[in-house]
């Protein structure tokens, strides 16, 4: 469609070399100017906010409150008394500093006409000098030792931040009042927000501006309205999500890709060859799976399941498809060592169908590489085959996406060929979040796990108690179950995790796993020798695996039932769960003991994840509560993937504000307007404004 445009000049006239710029509108190139332009901020406290993404006047007024300080009563200073916290305001008589130790303590007299207090702040010496006898304070607080301890306040023209606070996302080094005053000042910049929502669509939904809603967001009047403009805000950023793939959406339906047809033969011997016919959920699937890829418009599907719950059947049945017909399909993983882990999972059966599949890694030789590019099915990083257009004829791509979500990385797929997709995330995601993110997908999902399993038995330990962990493991080992020892997460190379579980493995060796045959497997291994450790724990030749995150894909020994992780407190909760899915393969009981340093050791986060495990093992309410502890930005990736951080949203809550959002982008498609810039700037150099 195309847009209308009213002539808005008279065609006789020659327009003017510049149109006279009309008072007070909006110009959104100054809400980029950086943070030192504000009143009190030099290069110190710059850099500090810096730290925090703050770096402009729009960083700083799309920085959300957290939550508000709640209001509290007003009281005059005569009633003051008890212990709860009140405002009191009033004039200050007298101001004084003194030190005790290394406290440093402002005093300043203040009256409000009933009685005067002395009101007390600590640490924040350059108080004194706003604290003029004469100004008027409102301050929050609660009366103490020396007098009224200061909790908050407003010096001068009270902008009633002590009844109704916003409490900003703060670091140590910038104190939550430092970041109150700052956006203060940046306020004043509201107006140089443009409103990108078409005019009509605001109207019609009743949404105030987007300046307004700002406003409310850092000085709200009640709870409610700090809602309806995070509401407001949240509603453009998943309009702006959800127009993107709408677009993307519509774009696809006039791509071209093979057909492929009906499964053949090469799938009969697939089914004849795994050890186990499809479950239910599995078939569905597969149909679903066969009906895009007949159509000549490329599939992008989502294949949703818990850990263990069979999706990788799934996937190599998509691969092989495409090698049924003569062309090529690729398994995308987002790091090298999973890459290989999955060419270690599929490679045997694929030798067995007479499939030919091949690792690409960026160490391999030219020479290597080559070949492998033109082999059946190739595995490797979303990097490396994305570089690899030199891909024979691919014709269905898996992406493993492994909590990455990968909008750019789609975009680059969906470049030049237009190869069939499946997406496959390692864990489960919130179900809103795939709706989020994944809104343009048709989803397959397997609900249920093959065979009825035991629930894996999760326990908590403490470290001091670690040994009863391994008391348990060994009792277990002697009557010929296996096991797992995850080795801590360190932030380091995976050189140095390597080394650390050869020396957890030794040690073990000679301590509490004496009487067993240990083994060690990490990412330092090649996956000649990583295919040999994996051969000999499933031979039984070895009782205990010590090893990294490795496993954590591909590693799949019924008989192993037991799984001990070392400081389980330094591990995400997906990367947990979908370690914890290493057992509980089998028919037996499995466990699961995650041993960590003392509760009261671990941040309140850290506890949480724990708890969760211990509690439950499924892993869409794990996603949930992942959601709930590190928030959408966060969970997102939003780094990797080109999204921006979805700031205001809160997807356990915004499920209609989402339908609403996906509704109003449908609408949208076809109609140019503001909201495209902020398309482009959302998914840099795709085509999707329209
Ligand atoms: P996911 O990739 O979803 O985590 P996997 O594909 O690794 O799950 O499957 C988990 C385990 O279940 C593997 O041991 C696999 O061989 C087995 N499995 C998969 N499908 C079936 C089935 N239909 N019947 C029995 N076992 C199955
Ligand atoms: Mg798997």
Request: contains cysteine; neutral net charge; aromatic residues 4%.
């Amino acid at each position: 469609m195309t847009a209308l445009r009213r002539q808005t000049v008279f065609a006789s006239l020659d327009p003017p070399p510049a149109w006279p710029a009309t008072r007070g509108r909006p110009r959104p190139a100054r809400l980029d100017t950086e943070l030192d332009a504000l009143p009190g901020v030099g290069a110190t406290l710059k850099r500090k906010l810096a730290k925090l993404g703050l770096e402009t006047l729009r960083d700083l007024l799309e920085h959300r409150p957290r939550r508000y300080e709640s209001a509290v009563d007003e009281v005059a200073i005569a009633a003051l008394g008890g212990s709860e916290e009140v405002a009191i305001a009033g004039e200050v008589l007298n101001v004084s500093s003194r030190r005790r130790g290394r406290l440093k303590i402002v005093t300043a007299r203040i009256s409000d006409g009933t009685a005067s207090v002395a009101a007390t702040w600590f640490n924040q010496p350059w108080l004194e000098e706003q604290l003029q006898p004469g100004v008027h304070v409102r301050l929050r607080g609660k009366p103490g030792r020396y007098g009224f301890d200061v909790k908050s306040y407003d010096v001068g023209d009270g902008e009633a931040t002590a009844d109704f606070a916003p409490v900003y996302p703060a670091s140590e080094e910038i104190p939550p009042k430092r970041l109150r005053t700052l956006v203060g000042h940046a306020l004043g910049h509201v107006a140089d927000y443009f409103d990108p929502i078409p005019a009509e669509l605001r109207e019609r939904r009743a949404m105030p501006l987007k300046r307004d809603a700002l406003f409310v967001i850092h000085r709200p009047e009640s709870e409610d309205e700090a809602e309806t403009g995070r509401r407001r805000l949240a509603f453009e950023e998943l309009l702006v999500l959800q127009l993107g793939i709408a677009r993307r959406a519509a774009e696809r339906e006039n791509t071209l890709a093979a057909s492929l047809g009906e499964p053949g033969e090469l799938i009969v011997r697939y089914r004849e060859a795994l050890p186990f016919s499809l479950t239910p959920y599995q078939e569905q699937a597969v149909r679903e799976i066969d009906a895009d890829l007949a159509r000549t418009i490329p599939m992008q599907r989502l294949l949703q399941g818990d850990v263990g719950s069979g999706k990788t059947v799934v996937a190599l049945y998509a691969l092989l498809r495409a090698v049924e017909h003569r062309r090529q399909g690729a398994l995308m993983a987002p790091t090298e060592t999973l890459a290989e882990q999955h060419f270690l999972t599929i490679e045997g059966i694929c030798a067995e169908l007479g499939v030919t599949c091949a690792l690409l890694t960026s160490a391999s030789p030219k020479k290597v590489r080559t070949a492998a590019l033109s082999a059946d099915v190739v595995v490797g990083t979303h990097a490396l085959i994305q570089e690899g257009v030199e891909l024979r004829d691919l014709a269905v791509a898996v992406v493993d996406e492994q909590h990455r979500f990968g909008v750019e990385q789609r975009k680059a797929l969906a470049q030049g060929r237009a190869p069939h997709v499946l997406h496959m995330t390692a864990t489960p995601i919130p179900r809103t979040l795939a709706l989020t993110v994944y809104g343009d997908l048709a989803v397959s999902e397997i609900a249920k796990p093959p065979a009825s399993r035991r629930p894996i038995v999760t326990r908590w330990i403490p470290e001091e108690r670690a040994s009863e962990a391994y008391t348990r493991l060994a009792r277990l080992l002697r009557e010929g179950r296996q096991a797992y020892v995850v080795c801590p997460l360190v932030e380091a190379s995976e050189t140095t995790l390597a080394r650390a579980a050869e020396e957890e493995a030794e040690r073990l060796r000679r301590a509490e796993l004496r009487e067993f045959k240990v083994g060690c497997m990490h990412g330092r291994l090649k996956p000649d020798e990583r295919r040999d450790v994996m051969a000999r724990f499933k031979a039984r030749e070895l009782d205990v695996l010590v090893a990294t995150t490795v496993i954590e894909v591909g590693v799949d020994v019924p008989n192993a039932t037991v799984m001990i992780v070392q400081e389980a407190d330094r591990f995400g909760l997906a990367q947990l769960h979908q370690l914890r899915g290493r057992v509980g393969r089998g028919a037996e009981q499995s466990y699961c003991l995650l041993v960590s340093r003392p509760k009261e050791e671990l941040t309140e986060a850290a506890v949480r994840r724990l708890d969760a495990l211990v509690e439950t093992t499924d892993g869409f309410e794990l996603a949930e509560v992942d959601l709930e502890l590190r928030g959408e930005g966060q969970l997102l990736g939003t780094r990797q993937s080109g999204l921006s951080d979805l700031r205001f949203t809160k997807l356990r809550v915004d499920r209609p504000l989402l339908e609403r959002a996906r509704k109003a982008a449908q609408e949208l498609v076809d109609v140019p307007g503001p909201l495209d810039d902020e398309l482009a700037a959302l998914f840099p150099e795709a085509g999707v404004a329209a």
